[in-house]
Nanobody
Framework: QVQLVESGGGLVQPGGSLRLSCEVSPSINNIYDWGWYRQAPGKQRDLVAR???????NYADAVKGRFTISRDNAKNTVYLQMTSLKPEDTAVYYC???????????WGQGTQVTVSS
């Protein structure tokens, strides 16, 4: 069973940047894909970005060109680099992982990102 621990959230001004990290244990190996989701108050949890074990990525339209997902196998860590942040990016961000396209999704505990002046 995989465990995910997010970090890197916080308060940032509009136009600023943050990098979220998701440390995966026991290992990043054998995982099919990782994702970053976000959930704003009163809204559903939506996919922000996903990266597969082959390196393929996809992004929500709202973050294309501003967010970048990546992984570091040596550090068992997945990242979400966020730039040009907007107030509408404010949400709790969750890291996810699964062992196959049909497997259950594992979730981290979430990290709060607040974009405000």
């Amino acid at each position: 069973q995989v465990q995910l621990v997010e970090s890197g959230g916080g308060l940032v001004q509009p136009g600023g940047s943050l990098r979220l990290s998701c440390e995966v244990s026991p290992s990043i190996n054998n995982i099919y894909d990782w994702g970053w989701y976000r959930q704003a108050p009163g809204k559903q949890r939506d996919l922000v970005a996903r990266i597969t074990n082959l390196g393929s990525t996809n992004y929500a339209d709202a973050v294309k060109g501003r967010f970048t997902i990546s992984r570091d196998n040596a550090k068992n860590t997945v990242y979400l680099q966020m730039t040009s942040l907007k107030p509408e990016d404010t949400a709790v961000y969750y890291c996810s992982a699964r062992y196959s396209p049909y497997a259950a999704i594992y979730w981290g505990q979430g990290t709060q990102v607040t974009v405000s002046s």
